[in-house]
């Protein structure tokens, strides 16, 4: 007599071609093909050359035993696309997030990156998912985690896109994240198709899951990019006071001390951009004004005199002559300022005794930037380039081009949200320095290749790393610092006048 076996049910194919296979009210497997259902069936002790056409054997159920509508080619090259996108976009979350997550200065920005490189982790995971649900699904939850892959890559190359069309530049990853935001949308249309949450057990607190998880990726980007640069403000504190000046016989030159300082008074260390201080005697001829003059006119002469940016000017003093005599940098470009921290510098300067100055003054200028908004190569920055020196062909301006004799400062300036360096240009500090000039600096993707033409400061290059400019002006009568120190009264002696009482 025959043995009697559990009947063995083959399902209708889903919308994909997989035909479930179940036994006695369990699901034993699913099959793609013939091949595959023999393959279950063996499993299950049936002989490999069982007549899969014996209704005492098999029930078919929405097809007979031909009934295999699976496509697999189309169903490997989907699963392979989803991978490969879930990969690369994996690839990238690592790449946006990594400098950030170890290297950022701020916990802002850190957990920004971290945030980044823990998406790259749910990619990764969804990339792993997507060959399940690729396949036989035997995850259930398999459908879900991809599609919040999917979401995540949506949401990064949807960013990036955003921020790129703000500049329109070209760099590297332009053509990888746009490609990847065309896969995203692809991908995202393909799982809402096909409902990959409907196998979730809680559909609703798996959207809440990624609604929270949303809210938290946005108000992280918004703390580190609005609040925290208002929470850290930047200040520097400027001093430049002259001392008493004393004579050098020997030499005939008068010896006029000069006393330099900075400190950060702000919440944000500082790289100093450029900096310098210029030391200028002022020449003057003075009139009484005898009533019969025209003192408009001397006003204005004395004003024109003095430059139309001054806003001021004078009207006993006329024929205004402004030397430079001493000039130099203060801090050197490329150094950093902590918070709280103090460099003060002390010069002297040599005036000739039958010099005809009335007044010393002095200028300081400090061009600065925010060291949680960028990093600049301090190694590359600091190196001087002079502009007459022929052998460096790439700083060389030649006289004919109507270029001053100054030094060049030049090197590479990352912005500390790797956001914007995968969609901007590389950015470069440049500092020029020359004697008795008002130092200038300047952030741009000029890299000195090509005409000096393209050296432009972008005032919004130098909002966005932070950068800001302080100075400080002083001025001294030389008559002062010439004048004899006050004699010590002896003790018990006031200077004033004795009054007498009746």
């Not at 259930?140 to 329109?168: C, H, K, Y």
């Not at 902590?338 to 002390?346: A, M, N, W």
């Amino acid at each position: 007599m025959r043995n009697i076996r559990p009947w063995v049910v083959v399902e209708p194919p889903d919308s994909r071609g997989l035909r479930r296979v179940v036994v006695g009210g369990e699901t034993v497997g699913h099959a793609w093909s013939a091949g595959g259902l023999r393959k279950i069936l063996g499993r299950l002790g049936h002989p490999e050359d069982l007549d899969l056409e014996d209704p005492v054997a098999l029930c078919w159920r929405g097809g007979d035993s031909g009934t295999w509508p699976d496509r697999p080619g189309r169903r490997h090259a989907v699963t392979v696309l989803l991978v490969a996108g879930l990969l690369a976009s994996m690839a990238l979350g690592a790449v946006v997030g990594w400098p950030d997550a170890f290297g950022a200065l701020t916990f802002a920005q850190r957990l920004n990156g971290i945030m980044f490189v823990l998406s790259g982790v749910v990619l990764g995971a969804a990339a792993v998912a997507a060959l399940d649900y690729g396949g036989k699904r035997q995850f259930r939850g398999s459908g879900a985690i991809v599609l919040l892959g999917v979401l995540i890559a949506l949401a990064t190359d949807s960013l990036l896109l955003f921020m790129w069309l703000e500049e329109t530049e070209f760099t590297p990853f332009v053509p990888v994240f746009t490609l990847l935001w065309c896969w995203s949308l692809w991908a995202l249309c393909l799982l809402v198709r096909d409902r990959s949450w409907k196998e979730v057990p809680q559909p609703k607190r798996f959207a809440a899951g990624v609604v929270v998880t949303a809210l938290l990726t946005g108000v992280s980007l918004a703390y580190s990019t609005m609040y925290q640069p208002a929470a850290a403000p930047m200040h520097l504190t400027l001093k430049a006071e002259f001392g008493k000046a004393r004579t050098d016989r020997s030499l005939g030159f008068l010896q006029v001390p000069l006393t330099l300082s900075m400190k950060n008074t702000g919440g944000i260390p500082v790289y100093i951009l450029n900096d310098s201080y210029k030391v200028s005697g002022r020449g003057a001829l003075y009139s009484k004004n005898p009533p019969d003059r025209d003192l408009t006119r001397e006003w204005r002469d004395s004003a024109g005199q003095r430059g139309e940016d001054s806003g001021e000017s004078e009207l006993y003093v006329g024929h205004l002559t402004y030397t430079t005599i001493s000039s130099g940098h203060f801090y050197g470009p490329g150094n950093r300022l902590e918070i709280g921290e103090e460099y003060t510098r002390k010069h002297v300067v040599q005036v000739p005794k039958d010099a005809k100055y009335d007044i010393l003054g002095v200028d300081l200028t400090i061009s600065y930037m925010r060291k949680d908004r960028g990093k600049i190569d301090v190694s590359e920055f600091r190196i001087p380039h002079y502009s007459w020196d022929r052998h460096d062909k790439r700083y060389y301006c030649p006289p004919e081009r109507g270029c001053f004799q100054q030094i060049y400062y030049h090197g590479r300036v990352w912005h500390n949200d790797n956001l914007v360096n995968l969609t901007r240009k590389p950015r470069y500090v440049t500092a020029f320095w020359s004697p008795g000039r008002i130092p200038d600096s300047l952030i741009s993707p000029y890299d000195f290749k090509g005409d000096t033409g393209g050296v432009q400061k972008e005032k919004r290059e130098w909002g966005r790393y932070g950068a800001a400019q302080a100075d400080v002006n002083s001025e001294v009568s030389l008559a002062e610092l010439l004048a004899p120190p006050t004699p010590l009264l002896p003790p018990g002696y006031s200077s004033q006048v004795p009054t007498l009482t009746p």
